[in-house]
């Protein structure tokens, strides 16, 4: 079947399409006839060998972390799902081929009238954002929260989600150009990291009091602004590393910014059971269903055109998803 990824770790040139064989569906899994699937900034970390630990690939190593498409085929023991059904899945490497083989417990039914296009969009951002949001720093009504990448899929959806959940959300972007995005999805305010300012204007914003959550999804960048716009007590909530990762932090530095809470969410650490993945994924699908969440997709390339995603992802400042069609 054809597929897409890798070898041998590397830089762009290391992606390439691939020809491997198609596999049965073991006890308990699902064969998935792939229609779409997400490139994100994980991928370009997989390429890059950029994990603690990685080990490099023995042989060929298939991309994507997300995908939506049709099940083809049941393994024994597989109830509640049948050929043909149509559903959505995250988290497990593989995507980006024509088929893919995975636990069945790991797919979540696609609603009828929901594009599968939209499904795969909203796996990996909108299961981070619930996460984020109900799991790791549960928001409340009259919560101040900053949200820095607020440009980012991710960064997007957060916005959203915090805003049905009754917060003031401040929101930061990397450029000028589109400080209106955030506000244009709900955003309370919005600051230009550019500027340098961040702290002082979250401080005015918040009459002095700062925020109680911080979302950081940029990484080195910022890690220290979210710091210190975080109030006594508060939370810092790293998910992400849209730019350079954070290096280390030093527990004296979260003490004397008023004992701060910090934690690097790993999205499969809220993902460990069909449980808690459909619960997820489902409060996500009905979120969109009832408007109350949209996510933009900002590119569809054909499967031997995938690398044209990564380059997307990696260097053209995305601010929507990037999809390969199968």
Sequence with gaps: MRAFGIKAFGGAG???????????????????????????????????GNFLGAQAPGGPMVLGYEGAGEIEAVGDGVGGLRPGDRVAWCGIPGSLAEYQVMPAWRAVPVPDHMPLDIAC??????ALAHA???????????????????????????????????????????????????????????????GGTVVSQVE???AGRYCNGVFDGVGEETITASID????RGAV???????????????????????IFLTRVHLPDYMQDQTEVHWRISDVFNAWQQ???????????????????FDFVEHGGAMGKALVRI
Excluded: W, Y
């Excluded at 716009?229 to 006594?232: A, G, Q, S």
């Excluded at 408007?291 to 900002?298: E, G, N, P, R, Y």
């Design 14 to 48: 290391a992606l390439q399409s691939l020809d491997i064989e198609a596999v049965a569906p073991l006890a308990g899994e699902v064969r998935v006839k792939v229609m779409f699937a997400g490139v994100n900034a994980v991928d370009v970390h997989a390429r890059s």
């Design 291 to 309: 408007s109350h969440l949209k996510v933009s997709i900002a590119r569809i390339v054909a499967l031997e055109a995938a690398g044209d995603a």
């Design 121 to 126: 969009a909203l796996q990996l951002d909108g």
């Design 132 to 194: 984020l949001t109900v799991s790791a720093f549960p928001v409340r009504g009259g919560d101040q929260l900053l949200i820095q990448g607020a440009e980012t899929v991710s960064g997007q959806l957060l916005v959203q989600v915090a805003k049905s959940l009754g917060a003031t959300v401040i929101a930061t972007v990397g450029r000028d150009e589109i400080a209106a995005m955030p506000l244009a999805i709900g955003a309370d305010h919005v600051v230009v990291r550019s």
């Design 229 to 232: 716009c975080c109030r006594r």
């Design 204 to 206: 005015e914003l918040t």
């Design 237 to 259: 909530l790293l998910h992400g590393a849209q730019g350079q990762p954070v290096a280390s932090i030093s527990p004296d530095q979260l003490a004397a910014a008023g004992s």
